[in-house]
Each structure stands twice: as C-alpha cells, then as structure tokens.
C-alpha cells in the first residue's frame, strides 16, 4: 500500500512560487517574441477587440486609399487630354483669324463656289435631271476690255471633274484664260475669273428650250449665285459674280466730259464712260427703278416710281438707304469725286443684288456696275419693256477652303482625342462622371462631373468660310469652346486638390489608428527585457529557497 508524498510547507509554497514564476518567465518570453503585451483575448479582452476594431478601420481605409490613388490618376488623364484640347482649340482659333485676314484680301477674287457634292456623280444629266444639251454662257472681258462669251454645254456622262476641264479648256483655247474652273475637296464646282475680273453667268438664248434654268444652276450647286432676271416677256436665270463685298460702276461723265455728281438729275441727263460712249439716255419722267435684296429668307425690295424732272442720283441712293429692311442689307452711295455709284453689302445674308430699270423709251441702260469697263452688263431697253440685271458678291477664295479643310482636320482629332482620354474606362472628357469615396462606410465621397468634349460637345460645327458671318461664327464657337476647355481644366485642378488633400488626410487617419492600436496591444521590449531579467533572478533564488526548505529533511539520513 503506497502513500501519497508529503511535502512540507516550506516545500509547497517554493514550489508555487517557482511555478508562478515560470509562467510570468514564459508570458514575458511571448511578448518578446511577438512584441505585442495583448496576443489574445485571454490577454485582455478589452484592449484585444479595441485595437481589432481600430485594424479593422485602418484596412478599410488602406483599401480606400487605392481607389483615390486610381482616382486621381483618371483626373490625372483628363487633364492631360484638357491640355491637348487647348491646344487644339486655340489652333482652330489661329486657323479662324487667317480666314479673315484672307476674307480680308479676298476683295480682288470674283468666285462662284457651290454647296452640292457632286463628286459621286457620273452622270451629271442623269443624277441632276438636267437635260442633256443644256448649256449656259459664260461672259468676261479679256485683257483687251473686249466682251467675250464661251458656251458650256452639259453632256451625257459629264462629271463635275469633266465639266471644270470643259470650262477651262474652253477659255485657255479660245480666249487667254481669263476663266478657270475646278473642283473643291468637297466636290464642289468653283468657277473663278482671273486678276478678280468679274464675270457673268446666264442662260444661252432666252426661249430656246435649251438652255441651263434656274433649278439646273441649283443641281449644280450655284443656285445662291443666281435669281430669275426679268427679259421683258421673259424671263432668264443669270448672275454677275463680282468680286468682294462691293459692287461699284464705272465712272460716269457728263457729255461734256465733266464727271456726274450725286446731285445730277437722271432726266434729261446723257452719262458717258471715259471713252465717250453713252451709257445712260432716255429716261422721262414717270420711268422706274427697282431695287432688290435677294437672300435666304426672302427678297427685300425698294422701288423708285414715277421719276420726275428733279430726280437725281443721290435720290437713287437715299431710297435705298431709307429703306428701314434694305439699309441693314445693303448701303447705297454715289462718290462724286469719281462719278460711281457704289452698292456695299453689309449683311452675308445676301446672296445678290438686283437692279431693274424699266424706261419707256430708253434707247441704253448701264452703271458699268460689276466691271471696270462697263461691258459686262449694257442693258438694251425697249419701249415699255423692264431689264433687270443680278449681281453676285461674294468672297469665297481656295485659301479659305484650305483653311477651313484644315479646321474641319482639327475638328475630327479633337474627337479622336477625346475618345483616347479614358483611365480604366472612365472618361471624363466624354460626360462620363468620376465618384472618389472617402470613409469606410462610403457615406463621404466626391464626385468629379464629366462633360462631353467632342467637336459637337464644343459647339464647333463643320466650318465653309464662305463669308464673313461664316468666320465670326466659327471665331465664336472657338472662343466659347477655349473657355468651356479652360473652365474645366479649373474644375479638376479643384477636384485635384480636394482628393489630394482627402489622400493625405486618410493616410494620416491610417497612421493614427494603427499607433492607437499599438497602444493597447505592442509590448515594451526594455520593459518586457527588464521583467524577463527581474524573474530568472527570482527563479534562481526561488531553487536556492527551495533548497534550503529540503535541507531539514536530508539532516534524517544522518541518522542512519
């Protein structure tokens, strides 16, 4: 029978003491090891799950901030393209103020451009429903102040680009070129005089039943060239296309050879032109002039009736200039220093200008207007029969459509930029938005609105730079879309700066909840150090003890 061993008190309470140690020895080894004072809950619950909670928060926020980091490269992005689209624009904007420089100088070019893409036409009778045989005279006066006329005729099978050689062709073999013809780009037929000389365009024979109508000019294109001119009886599509915005007769003299002035009277009154032929005689009292403004939305028109004995030609020029409808189109002048009469279009919504004069009796009708020589538009005028003469003027030169080919250029690389300025399939130049979160619970963020910055975006149409309101309107979509491109590179420099500031401020929040967890949980390693030292000395001196204790018992052995 065996008995359970009997440790004295002594003993007993070395042995506690050298147990407690060992365990305070072995949590002090952990906390070195680890570093941390609070490896579990057992440690302490309350600093345990308190520092868990501030982890927690901090690895949210660690996420948090990879998302403003992708944010601010898609700003980023943007920018870059907002920078591209400056540059872009303010080149449109320089292409812009050369089409006015050259609409500027573009005064000495006579040119009628049309408006229809004939490019893909290889049958200009069968795509336009002209007739086939239909033509149309071209009159110019050549270098030797003669009037000379070329025939055009339209034939099966033409295209434009045939048509152009025709046209050249014709005054290069016939005459010393003083016409050329070509197409644009666009596939637009242009028809330009040389030296700015002006030039007429108009049925072949009133009447024949072959000639070019009004609606045939339209097929081609140069339907705003032209109206329906008033023969009498009958009627003919035509149209002077003068060059620039003014349209200025010759000088007009006195049969004595003295210049006419504005206060002349126009009855009774023989004008001639610097080499004696009259150019004006005949009118009576009660002959008529009209005045007419064609343009898009209508024609305007001033009527002079009932000339009487008084009439002068400054009588001519007030009525136009006194018509409330024709003075924002059109100003009226008679220079008596040089004896002409001087029409100047102020609008680009005209697109001719028509004179009409109806003189019983008249034997010769012409202001020489449109030429220098005035041979260009002699009106022969019956008894009781109204002529009426077309004006064109216009600007359009081939370094205006090269600039506004080059414009058009711009135009699609600014859409061709906008669509490359995406980041992981945001675009902000695009209209699409950017949302940045700023909080664990995404109860805080921002969001960077997108806007759409395409060339239609913009408000920057297809340019022509046919006109002057053509150019400004162009020159003020540019100016809007340069301050709309600057206003929103403003905004996401702001936005910029906003997540910047929200990065740094979630990293220090970062930083600051992960020190509040080190806190309650990192152990003291000095401290921890000194422990661990301060419980090997106090096991030593606890087996010393516990030595001492047995020693009582080992004085029995003696004994035997």
């Known amino acids: 029978m065996s008995s359970d061993v009997v440790l004295s008190a002594a003993l007993r309470n070395n042995l506690l003491s050298l147990q407690s140690t060992q365990t305070l020895i072995d949590q002090t080894q952990l906390r070195l090891a680890t570093g941390l004072k609070v490896n579990s809950a057992l440690d302490n619950p309350q600093s345990f799950f308190t520092a868990q909670s501030l982890n927690n928060r901090a690895s949210d926020l660690q996420r948090l901030l990879d998302g403003i980091s992708q944010s601010i490269r898609t700003i980023e992005t943007a920018d870059d ?67 000379v006329t070329e025939n055009v005729q339209i034939v099966t099978n033409d295209t434009v680009g ?16 003083e016409i050329t013809a070509s197409v644009t780009d666009d596939g637009f037929l242009s028809i330009q005089s040389s030296d700015g000389r002006s030039f007429r365009i108009r049925d072949e024979n009133v009447g024949a039943g072959d000639e070019i109508t009004d609606a045939g000019f339209t097929a081609l294109g140069l339907g705003d060239y032209f109206e329906v001119e008033t023969q009498g009886a009958n009627t003919r599509a035509a149209a002077t296309i003068v060059a620039g915005n003014e349209l200025r007769s ?56 009932d000339i009487t004995a ?117 675009n902000l130049l695009n209209g699409d938005d950017l949302v940045t979160f700023f909080n664990e619970s995404r109860s805080n963020s921002l969001t960077t609105s997108g806007t759409t910055f395409t060339a239609d975006g913009l408000g920057i149409t ?38 910047e500031a929200r990065q740094n401020f979630t990293q220090e929040t970062i930083n600051t909840l992960k020190a509040g967890a080190e806190d309650l949980t990192v152990a003291d390693q000095n401290e921890e150090g000194a422990n661990l030292l301060a419980l090997q000395t106090r096991q030593q001196l606890g087996i010393t003890s516990l030595s001492l204790a047995a020693q009582s018992q080992q004085s029995v052995l003696r004994l035997f």
């Open 162 to 177: 045939t048509l152009a050689a025709r046209i050249t062709n014709q005054f290069a073999d016939n005459q010393d070129g």
């Open 250 to 305: 010759i000088s007009l003299y006195e049969s004595g050879g003295n210049l006419l002035e504005a206060g002349d009277t126009i009855v009774g009154t023989t004008a001639e032109d610097a080499d004696g032929n009259t150019v004006i005689s005949g009118f009576a009292a009660n002959d008529d002039f009209t005045f007419s403004i064609y343009t898009d939305s209508g024609t305007t028109t001033v009527n002079v009736t």
């Open 462 to 499: 297809e340019a022509q730079f046919r006109n002057s309101d053509e150019i400004e309107n162009s020159a003020s979509q540019v100016l809007t879309a340069l301050d709309s491109v600057r206003s929103f590179g403003s905004s996401l420099a702001n936005s910029l700066s906003i997540i």
């Open 81 to 147: 393209g907002v920078t591209a689209l400056t540059t872009l624009v303010e080149q449109a904007d320089s292409i812009v103020n050369q089409a006015r420089d050259e609409i500027s100088a573009s005064e000495g070019v006579a040119r009628a451009i049309g408006d229809v893409d004939l490019s893909s036409s290889t049958n200009l009778v069968a795509t336009l429903g002209i007739t086939t045989g239909d033509n149309f005279n071209i009159e110019v006066v050549n270098d030797a102040g003669t009037l």
């Open 310 to 426: 008084t009439t002068s030609f400054q009588d001519l020029v007030d009525a136009v200039n006194g018509n409330a409808a024709a003075s924002e189109l059109i100003e009226a002048e008679f220079d008596s220093l040089t004896g002409q009469i001087v029409f100047t279009k102020l609008s680009d919504d005209v697109n001719s200008f028509g004179i009409t004069a109806n003189a019983a009796g008249a034997s010769n009708f012409s202001l020489g207007l449109g030429d220098s020589t005035g041979n260009l538009v002699p009106v022969a005028i019956g008894a009781a029969t109204a002529e009426e003469r077309i004006y064109s003027l216009n600007s359009s030169t081939e370094t205006l459509d090269s600039l506004a080919s080059d414009y058009n250029t711009l135009r699609s690389q600014i859409d061709d930029l906008v669509e490359d300025a995406n980041y992981r399939g945001i």
